[in-house]
């Protein structure tokens, strides 16, 4: 199962760590580190991080005060922060690191142009993909696996804080049991939340492996990648490799 390009989505509230806000620098310190043995391992990678450690568009307009259209837009800019920030964190980590936007932010990051991303990944640099996918009423679930499809990569993975899909929330019910393995349709008829309806529907239209894991194992994704499946959980079409 070893991947050769493969796209990340890790959540706005991972980077939160413990303060349950903002952004942790040793919790970025962690993820580009992480990055950083993919891309040793000769692995094209690109980055599609959430905004809830600092806005969600929902919250925001759950009372009617902002509207929903700019709430997201919020949440787009508040990935964009996350995006500036894990930009900066693999070059620390000796990577060499782009961001695209789907808002054009020139001052920022490059605009998403396909061609250049796909370029970027060619030549061994970490791309990273802010905003969404610039419009309204879309998770960055969906904007993830757009990215994914678009780029041409052969998986999508979602790094979280548990070690795959369970059939009920595993911090709220001891008794849950963890799926290793599940196809789009039963993700989809059963409401099991990996990502968002509608980033689920389109991976399967493009047959594109959803894999779920844990964030805190350290070299899990690594070993994901290359074919070690025990800490994980894989959404595909029945009987796909």
Known sequence: MAKKR????FSGEALAGEAGHGIDTQI???ISQEIKSLVDADIEVGIVIGGG???RGVTAAKDGIIKRTSADYMGMLATVINAVAMQEACEHAGLDARLQTAIKMEQIAEPYINRRAVRHLEKGRVV?????TGNPFFTTDTAAT???IEIGAEVIIKATKVDGV???DPVKFSDAVKLPEITYEEALSEHIKVMDDTSIALAK????PIIVCDMNKKGNILEIINGNLENCSIVKNKGKK
């Open 128 to 132: 990273i993909f802010g905003a969404g």
């Open 53 to 55: 450690n600092i806005i």
């Open 146 to 148: 757009l990215r994914a």
């Open 28 to 30: 970025l310190n962690y």
């Open 166 to 168: 369970y059939d009920r």
């Open 205 to 208: 239209d493009n047959n594109l």
């Open 6 to 9: 493969v796209l990340v989505k």
